[in-house]
């Protein structure tokens, strides 16, 4: 096993660990291209502010509880987790001592494809929640604002391999997104695993 390099990030009302050299190039890309080509990935309808288009990514939920998870309307029932999933599962719960429950995957195509602000706070998440983050091929910037004080952000570089933990209050006082960018980038595959109660 590779010594982890652990950053943590120095924000207020959060506990936000990075770490970049999580998996190494050649296992990240093996991964990849495994779960890019073996996923049931969809498209949902997304509503916001009243208007319905398609969700500006691709997803996929998978889970060992049976239990739906449900945001913006788009409500995903899991299918058992496959062989690679399951690996990169335990490594993260070897790591944060969590047993996560289910792992909510996005394919990002190119850069048009994007995530706008929210914060993964659904009621099934409970208080405080683990989000422990795998991103695999391109890499995206992740922004991240306060909800109360406006002069508070972060932007980050996720890399490929790398792993983000969030945890403790970050999810009720930060919000996140992956913007667009017109930028011409390769594919991103994103592995948020979290516990639903």
């Known amino acids: 096993m590779h010594k982890l390099i652990v950053q943590n990030l120095d924000l207020p009302d959060a506990d936000i660990s990075y770490i970049p050299n999580f998996l190494d190039p050649a296992q990240a890309g093996d991964i990849f291209r495994e779960l890019r080509d073996s996923v049931s990935w969809r498209q949902d309808p997304i509503t916001v502010f009243g208007k319905t288009y398609p ?37 993260i719960e070897a790591l944060c001592a969590v047993s996560f429950t289910t ?31 795998i991103s695999l091929g391109q890499e995206r910037f992740f922004h991240l604002k306060h909800r109360n004080r406006t002069e508070l952000r972060h932007k980050l570089l996720l890399e490929n391999g790398s792993l983000l933990l969030m945890q403790g209050p970050t ?15 390769g594919e991103r595959i994103n592995l948020t695993f979290r516990v639903i109660k």
């Open 171 to 185: 999810q009720h006082h930060w919000l996140h997104q992956i913007p667009k960018t017109a930028r011409t980038i």
């Open 55 to 91: 969700q500006p990514r691709l997803t996929a939920l998978y889970g060992n509880n049976g239990k739906p998870y449900a945001y913006s309307n788009i409500t995903m029932h899991p299918e058992p987790f496959t062989p690679e999933i399951r690996i990169l599962k335990e490594g």
């Open 103 to 133: 792992c909510l995957l996005n394919l990002y195509r190119d850069g048009r494809d994007s995530n706008g602000w929210h914060a993964d706070n659904e009621k099934e998440l409970g208080r405080n929640p683990v989000i422990a983050s």
